[in-house]
């Protein structure tokens, strides 16, 4: 991965954010409707906390872990033969 790859990765990352971002207000709108059964506001709202741990948690994990890829990269290609 090149640092011109990683233009198209935040883009991705961005995208996600934004979908689970409205994913969770269009939930939100849901469980706020007039004539939703109990059982029904029940599942929405489980749904709406599933899809809130996505930006708090695992976006940050992946952010991490390619960030931590990058690093590792540089220091091998710096190290191989071919660099020098």
């Not at 109990?38 to 940050?60: C, F, H, K």
Request: charged letters at 10%; proline letters at 2%; glycine letters at 10%.
């Amino acid at each position: 991965m090149e640092m011109r790859d990683l233009y198209g990765f935040v883009l991705l990352l961005v995208l996600v954010g934004m979908l689970v971002g409205v994913g969770i207000l269009t939930l939100d709108k849901f469980g706020q409707a007039n004539g939703v059964t109990g059982a029904a506001s029940t599942a929405i709202n489980s749904a709406r906390d599933a899809l809130a741990e996505i930006p708090t948690v695992w976006l940050s994990l992946i952010v991490t872990i390619v960030v931590l890829g990058i690093i590792m990269g540089v220091v091998i290609t710096s190290f191989s033969p071919k660099a020098r």
